[in-house]
Nanobody
Framework: QVQLVESGGGLVQPGGSLRLSCAASGSIFRFNVMGWYRQAPEKERELVATMTSGGNTNYAVSVKGRFTISRDNAKNMVYLQMNSLKPEDTAVYYC??????WGQGTQVTVSS
């Protein structure tokens, strides 16, 4: 079993920045994929960004160039640096491990 705990969400004005963090614990495999997904009200959950333990990344087109995913494998942490935030980035952001395990989510609201 894997436990994921997100932090770092909040309210930010358009054009602002936030950094999300996710701490993983439990049965962590050396080779894995961790990432971020988001779900806006009345919409499907969608991929934001993923990163393998080897450093390969994948981004949604809508966030490419604005968001950066990073990891600290020694600490089993994954981060999401979000810059130039837009109102349409408002959603609950979820951390994911290997496509199976989910965190509880953290709310990001972009509004003036």
């Amino acid at each position: 079993q894997v436990q994921l705990v997100e932090s770092g969400g909040g309210l930010v004005q358009p054009g602002g920045s936030l950094r999300l963090s996710c701490a993983a614990s439990g049965s962590i495999f050396r080779f894995n994929v961790m990432g971020w997904y988001r779900q806006a009200p009345e919409k499907e959950r969608e991929l934001v960004a993923t990163m393998t333990s080897g450093g390969n990344t994948n981004y949604a087109v809508s966030v490419k160039g604005r968001f950066t995913i990073s990891r600290d494998n020694a600490k089993n942490m994954v981060y999401l640096q979000m810059n130039s935030l837009k109102p349409e980035d408002t959603a609950v952001y979820y951390c994911n491990y290997n496509g199976i395990h989910w965190g509880q989510g953290t709310q990001v609201t972009v509004s003036s």
